[in-house]
């Protein structure tokens, strides 16, 4: 017997804003994640624009690969990043940036950022 799982759109929406969050903290675009843990591109763009939710399995990867817990995945945040404290204003108001912006433009601010910054 197969049954379907509605993920609610609030916990994808939720996923797809704290994954773009430790992307960018990381400096990790979706191609780099992807061929680190093996993932399609599409699959985990859909993940990204949270069309899709992962199973918990990829969240717990997800989670080892940016060196944090599954709940700082899929748990909605009080406050721009859980360890945002430590930061100082300016980064804190670039992640604020990021996480209001679409995911081409983040993108584009993301290889702007390597290349002033002299990263490949």
């Not at 992962?54 to 944090?68: C, S, T």
């Not at 670039?94 to 993301?110: D, I, M, Q, R, V």
Request: aromatic share 8%; proline share 2%; with cysteine.
């Amino acid at each position: 017997m197969y049954i379907k799982v509605v993920i609610p759109m609030e916990h994808k929406a939720i996923f797809s804003a704290n994954l773009k969050m430790y992307m960018a903290l990381n400096g990790k675009s979706r191609k780099e994640v992807c061929e680190a843990l093996g993932y399609s591109y599409f699959t985990f763009s859909d993940w990204v624009n949270g069309k899709k939710m992962p199973r918990m399995d990829k969240v717990e990867q997800l989670a080892n690969y940016f060196g944090i817990l599954k709940s700082d995945l899929i748990e909605e945040k009080k406050e721009t990043a859980t360890h945002s404290s430590g930061l100082s204003k300016s980064k804190q108001q670039l992640l604020s940036l990021a996480e209001n912006c679409s995911e081409e433009e983040a993108e584009k601010l993301l290889q702007m950022m390597k290349i002033l910054l002299g990263k490949k």
